[in-house]
């Protein structure tokens, strides 16, 4: 600063105190503004980030409506992680890749073989940049039960925790599949 203690002239220490003020107000302006630019860069950043992961995380769900309706054990399969954790809507459970595969091969050339899903709705919650929660509202038609009667159209909720793995891509990590339904539910429930 340029004032000085043994200044004595009460004007002159004035208006040199007020111009060191105004450089130090617009160093700190100048502060502030460079830490707002890089703020919002790093903000924006972010947000393209997770407009590209839900991209990807909506693309997940694509191929895996596409494997179902293709009724193709190998590509489903693909949409999980090596160690994932799959549960059916009945409590039933298959760990890894290999044995998700092995458990949708009746499925998908019984149950399923004329099977569609179509997807009613999704809703992805980013938990973590690479973990997802993702709710999946489908309806099933072309269905038949086991011992061989028609399924009529099925409607399920398949809960989802997603993970983006190394290389980028994202897969399911952990999934449970829920039924839902039309009849029986409460009114307090129904919206």
Not at 101 to 106: D, N, Q, T
Not at 144 to 167: C, H, M, Q, R, Y
């Amino acid at each position: 600063m340029r004032t000085q203690a043994h200044d004595h002239n009460p004007q002159r220490f004035v208006h040199h105190l007020q111009q060191d003020l105004a450089h130090v107000s617009i160093y700190m302006l100048m502060k502030r503004s460079s830490l707002l630019l890089l703020l919002s860069l790093g903000l924006a950043s972010l947000a393209q980030a997770q407009t590209r992961d839900e991209t990807a995380v909506r693309s997940l769900i694509d191929r895996f409506n596409a494997a179902f309706n293709a009724h193709d054990t190998k590509a489903f399969a693909a949409s999980f992680t090596p160690d994932a954790d799959f549960t059916n809507w009945v409590g039933q459970s298959a760990h890894g890749r290999a044995e998700i595969e092995s458990f949708h091969l009746p499925i998908f050339t019984i149950v399923y073989k004329n099977g569609v899903q179509t997807i009613k709705a999704a809703k992805i919650r980013f938990i973590r940049p690479d973990v997802a929660s993702v709710d999946v509202q489908t309806e099933v038609t072309g269905g038949k039960t086991f011992d061989g009667k028609e399924a009529g159209v099925i409607k399920f909720l398949l809960n989802w925790t997603t993970t983006k793995e190394s290389d980028g891509q994202w897969l399911i990590k952990v999934m449970h599949n829920t039924r839902l339904l039309d009849e029986g539910i409460p009114p307090v429930y129904k919206k």
